[in-house]
Every structure is written in structure tokens, then in C-alpha cells.
């Protein structure tokens, strides 16, 4: 599997190019397809109105297709008859097979070969085009014997089989130049129209052949006055009226050999009827090779442009993501060469622009003075801590080497001293370690009424002053460490009873969602400028005091960081001069 490139830049500027590239293709492709369809189009509705010209001209009209003047601009244009027959061409066409046969003419209404007449005459309103369904023309009056009467006026009407299997009704309708025979299909089931003064004919409804006398069975009246009768809803293609084209077009693609050379052509078929009945369908033909030549010119021209495009977006990708990711280039020197010199007072650069790089650069600094903050209250707790060992190591050495030269001189009660005073001060030095350690406290309940009525108690023989104790509403309980809590509140108590002038009080009450523990003194107090400074570890405000008198200066550091770690604050007050009054905030359990 190959590697994906290994710089930012050069992912940003493979993902944009493919990006444009599924673009470009997918808007090229649709811009050829619109312009193929625009194209084929306008070709196919140039072979419609050419289609229609030649089906309305009045030599077609007339059913002289050897006289029509057809276009000879490449233009392809044949005239095919209802039996398939090619009645006239152009020059492309001449002499050749129909090239299209899509669009069929309906069976004509005049039998080939018989005479017909050349101008709209009586013979044209006479006998009626065939309706949709195929019904055939019979005259409201005919007469026994079938002849025509002394004016000429009267039809005789005999009947015989279509080719097709159908009943065929002849015509005969006098004409300048004789008796012209139209044959008319007639429904093999019978279903005609009837005649009536409108020009419908009546046909029978139940199946049997239809009515000569044209009453109303089934038929309806035609009020068109062009003698068909109504749509009998077959679904068969009705021919147009009577010297009339047809208002339907069918458009077909058709790949033809003309003059020799074979591509597309687009197609238009247009039916049309003479004045004396006859169906037949134009065939119009506009050549695509242009169309095509332009289709493949702009395929051509996007292809070839593609590439350049590509590389252009790929080149001002590069540029912009260089320019955008410079910044995090300087982060990422600058980082370099504060852990290679583990300098942690020097800065990132914080671009000005205010977006997501000048955020990271401020949070990284931000990370980076906490680190410095970490390290520096590190380096103060060993120095402290070696001072603060310092001083009982030397006093238990000095004890030692006096025991050793006079054993008499051994006093044993500052030796225990010392001891004790080291092991607390293990004791909180190894508490602070976990601390900073980011050592979770354990999810236990504690009720700190039970908590520091046991505290209280166990510490009552050794107390200056007994507190005083006083426990106001119920459900006094916290979750967390019970061991740390106690730490808490010893290390309260320790810091009371050593300024206490008197009186040392205690009491746990509820406000709102927290238990408040309060730990109050009569002694001097805090002044208000040290209230955050004497939380702070190896701390003492009254630096003129004998070290073995007052503690290490861990006491109030060590209670403050366990109440923090359990979601809490402590905070002191009180009137400078009137004792000083600690107040834990915790949690309370619901």
C-alpha cells in the first residue's frame, strides 16, 4: 500500500486537486452532454420545419410529388406513401430504398393506380377520410341496382376484402376526368360510423356489421364538418384531414450512408394527406457531423485544459497551505529549542490573526507557563524541604556525638522530638508528592459531624484549648477520602490551637448544595494581604518565631490542595486582631 505524503502541504495540495479534478470531470461531462442536446435540437427542429415546408407545399398537397422542389443544401429529404413506396427524394436519396420507416403513413384512402383528381372538388367533400377506427363511407342513399342516376351524383358502393383482412367499401365520385374509384377501410367487426346530416355515420354498438341505413345505433355525431367520423379510441394513428399536414412530429437519430459517407443524421417525419385522399410521410434529415465535430472540439479543448488547470490548483494549494502553516513552523522551531535548552520562560510566537493558529500558539504558551510554574514550585519544595531537614538531621548528629563522648549528657526527650518532627514532615512532603501527582481522592461518604466529633476526641489530651463544637442541620455528609478530610481538619485544628490567644471553636453547617466546616481562633489573625500567601507551602508569617515552636509551613498548603482535589475551596477571614476564621467549602451529598 503506498504512503501517503508526508507533509501537510503536500496532503492539502493532493486532496484539493483531486477534489477539482471529480469537478472539472463531472462539469464537463455535463456541459457536453447540455450542448449534445442543444445541438441535436436545434438539427432536429430544422428537419421539422424543412419536414413540414415540403408536406405543405401545394404540389404535395396536390399529390404532385414529381414535381417538388426539394433542398439541395445537404439536406436529405424522401416522401414515402402508406405502402411504403418512395414517392419523390432529393438528389442525395434518389433512386434509393426509404431510409426511414418509423413513422408510417395511414392505408390510403384512394387505391393506387386510380385516377384521382388534383384540385379540392366535390370528390374531396364528398367521401370523408377514414375515421381511427377504420369505418367506411357509405352513401345515405344508394340505389338497388348500385348505378349512378341521371345527374351523376349518387354513388354506388360495392363491397370487398382488404389485404389486410378487413372489409374495403369502393367509391366511385365523378370527376372532371372520369369516375375515380376510392377505396375505404372498413372494421371487420362491423363498428362504423353512421351518417347523419352532420357528416357522421352510424354504426351498431353490439358487434354486428353496421347499419346501411345509418341509424343511430353506436355512432356519434362529427360536428367538424370535414366528414370523419370521431376517434373511436383504438389507439390507431388517424392520417391528417384532407389537403392538410399533421400537427404530430416524430424525431429519430439514424445513422445513414449518404454520398458515400456514413454518420449521423437527425430525422423528422411529418404526415400529410392530399386533396383527394391519399396519406403519405416526409422524412427530413439534417446531417450531425458538424454537431459532432463540435462536440469533439470542446471534449478536446477540456481535455487538453484539464491538466494546466490541475497544476495551477495544485501550485496555488502549495502556496496558500505554505503560507497559511508557516506559523506552526515557527511554533514547532521554537518548541525545538526550548526543549533542547529546557529554558521554560521563553514564548512561542503568537501570530495576530486570531484564528485557529494563534489559538494554538496561546494555548501552548499557556501550557507552557503552567509547566514552568510546576517545575519552579518543584525546585522550591526540595530547596524548602532540604532546609527544613537540615536543621533536626543537625540537632540529632549533634545529640549523638554528644551521647557518644558522655553518655550522661544524653537527653533522650529532644531526641524523640526531632524524630517526630521528621517523620511528619516525610509525612507531608510524601501527601504532596501524590498531590501533585494528580492522585484522585477515593469516592467514599463521609459525614464530617461524625468526623470531627472523633477528631476532637482524639486529640482532646494533647490540645491547648478544647474546642468548642457546635453541628447545625442535618445530612452533613461529603464524598471523598476520609483520610485526606481528616488531614484537613487536624491541620486546622493544629493552626488554631498554635495562634489561639483562649478559645478555639469548630462548627459544620449547610448552605445551599455544600457542608461548610469552620475552624476559628481568638488569636492575632491574618492580615488581609497575606490571606492568599499563607496558603503557600514552607509559609510562616511570623518569621521571627523558633522553627521548633511553629511547623514547616505545610500545614495550611497541604489542607488547601485537598480540598481542592475535592471539588471544594478553603479560604480565611476574620478581623485582623480578633482571630483568624478558616472556612472549607465542600460538596454536598444529595
Same mark, same amino acid.
Given at each position: ?6 507533509t501537510v502541504r503536500a496532503r492539502a495540495a493532493l486532496a484539493a486537486t483531486v477534489v477539482v479534478c ?15 442536446? %442543444?445541438?441535436?435540437?436545434?438539427a432536429g427542429l430544422e428537419a421539422e420545419v424543412t419536414a413540414r415546408t415540403v408536406a405543405g407545399s ?9 414535381? &417538388?422542389? &426539394? ?50 372538388? !366535390? ?46 367499401? !369502393? /367509391? ?125 472540439? /470542446? ?58 493558529? !494563534? ?11 503552567? *509547566? ?10 526540595? +530547596?524548602?524541604?532540604?532546609?527544613? *531537614?537540615?536543621?533536626?538531621?543537625? %540537632? ?5 556525638? =554528644? ?45 464530617? !459531624? ?9 486529640? +482532646? ?13 442535618e445530612s452533613l455528609a461529603v464524598t471523598g477520602s476520609r483520610t485526606q478530610l481528616a488531614r484537613v ?16 471553636? $469548630?462548627? $459544620? ?5 455544600? =457542608? ?22 514552607? =509559609? ?23 480540598? *481542592? ?26
Amino acid at each position: 500500500m503506498p504512503r501517503p505524503p508526508a507533509t501537510v502541504r503536500a496532503r492539502a495540495a493532493l486532496a484539493a486537486t483531486v477534489v477539482v479534478c471529480l469537478a472539472l470531470v463531472v462539469a464537463g461531462f455535463g456541459v457536453v452532454t447540455v450542448l449534445r442536446h %442543444n445541438l441535436t435540437g436545434r438539427a432536429g427542429l430544422e428537419a421539422e420545419v424543412t419536414a413540414r415546408t415540403v408536406a405543405g407545399s401545394q404540389d404535395a398537397l396536390n399529390g404532385r410529388f414529381d414535381r &417538388l422542389d &426539394l433542398p439541395e443544401d445537404g439536406r436529405v429529404v424522401q416522401v414515402v406513401d402508406s405502402a411504403g413506396r418512395v414517392l419523390g427524394a432529393g438528389a442525395a436519396l434518389a433512386g434509393r430504398a426509404p431510409v426511414a420507416d418509423y413513422a408510417p403513413a395511414a392505408y390510403s384512402t384512394v387505391a393506387p393506380g386510380s385516377a384521382v383528381s388534383s384540385t379540392p372538388t !366535390a370528390a374531396a367533400s364528398a367521401v370523408p377520410s377514414p375515421s381511427r377506427s377504420g369505418a367506411a363511407f357509405v352513401p345515405s342513399s344508394p340505389s338497388a341496382s348500385g348505378t349512378a342516376d341521371a345527374t351523376g351524383t349518387t354513388a354506388h358502393a360495392n363491397g370487398r376484402t382488404g389485404a389486410s383482412g378487413g372489409v374495403l367499401a !369502393a /367509391v366511385h365520385v365523378p370527376v372532371p376526368n372520369g369516375i375515380a374509384r376510392i377505396a375505404a377501410p372498413v372494421d371487420d367487426h362491423g363498428r362504423g360510423r353512421g351518417s347523419d346530416d352532420h357528416g357522421g355515420s352510424g354504426g351498431s354498438d353490439d358487434g354486428r356489421s353496421g347499419d346501411p341505413t345509418g341509424d343511430d345505433h353506436g355512432g356519434g355525431d362529427d360536428h367538424s364538418g370535414n366528414g370523419g367520423g370521431e376517434d373511436s379510441g383504438t389507439g390507431a394513428t388517424s392520417s391528417p384531414p384532407r389537403g392538410k399536414v399533421g400537427t404530430d412530429v416524430q424525431r429519430r437519430t439514424i445513422r445513414a450512408t449518404v454520398a458515400g459517407r456514413t454518420h449521423d443524421y437527425s430525422f423528422a417525419a411529418v404526415q400529410g394527406t392530399t386533396y383527394d385522399g391519399r396519406t403519405y410521410t416526409v422524412y427530413a434529415g439534417i446531417s450531425l457531423e458538424e454537431e459532432q465535430a463540435t462536440l469533439d472540439q /470542446v471534449t478536446k479543448s477540456l481535455l487538453t485544459g484539464l491538466p494546466f488547470l490541475l497544476a495551477v490548483v495544485a501550485a496555488v494549494t502549495w502556496l496558500v497551505t505554505r503560507r497559511a502553516l508557516r506559523p506552526v513552523e515557527g511554533i514547532r522551531a521554537e518548541m525545538a529549542e526550548i526543549t533542547g535548552s529546557g529554558d521554560l520562560s521563553r514564548r512561542v510566537p503568537e501570530p495576530r490573526s486570531g484564528d485557529e493558529i !494563534a489559538r494554538l500558539a496561546r494555548t501552548t504558551n499557556q501550557t507552557l507557563a503552567a *509547566l514552568e510554574g510546576s517545575i519552579e514550585r518543584q525546585h522550591r519544595l526540595i +530547596a524548602d524541604a532540604s532546609h527544613e *531537614l537540615r536543621s533536626p538531621i543537625a %540537632n540529632l548528629r549533634t545529640q549523638l556525638e =554528644v551521647a557518644e563522648a558522655h553518655p550522661e549528657l544524653l537527653d533522650t526527650h529532644g531526641l524523640v522530638q526531632d524524630v517526630v518532627r521528621l517523620q511528619h514532615l516525610a509525612i507531608d512532603l510524601l501527601l504532596l508528592a501524590r498531590l501533585d501527582a494528580g492522585e484522585s481522592p477515593a469516592d467514599a461518604r463521609v459525614d464530617l !459531624a461524625d468526623l470531627v466529633l472523633e477528631e476532637v476526641a482524639a486529640r +482532646a489530651a494533647t490540645d491547648r484549648f478544647a474546642p468548642a463544637v457546635a453541628l447545625e442541620g442535618e445530612s452533613l455528609a461529603v464524598t471523598g477520602s476520609r483520610t485526606q478530610l481528616a488531614r484537613v481538619l487536624a491541620n486546622l485544628l493544629d493552626n488554631a490551637q498554635r495562634h489561639a490567644a483562649g478559645a478555639v471553636e $469548630v462548627s $459544620v453547617a449547610v448552605e445551599g448544595d455544600v =457542608v461548610v466546616l469552620t475552624v476559628g481562633d481568638d488569636g492575632p489573625g491574618v492580615a488581609p494581604e497575606d490571606r492568599e500567601r499563607v496558603f503557600e507551602r514552607f =509559609v510562616r508569617l511570623d518569621e521571627a518565631r523558633s522553627r521548633d515552636a511553629g511547623g514547616a509551613g505545610l500545614g495550611l498548603a497541604i489542607a488547601r490542595d485537598v480540598v *481542592l482535589r475535592h471539588g471544594g475551596s478553603l479560604t480565611v477571614g476574620g478581623d485582623p486582631g480578633r482571630g483568624a476564621v478558616f472556612r472549607a467549602r465542600l460538596p454536598r451529598v444529595k
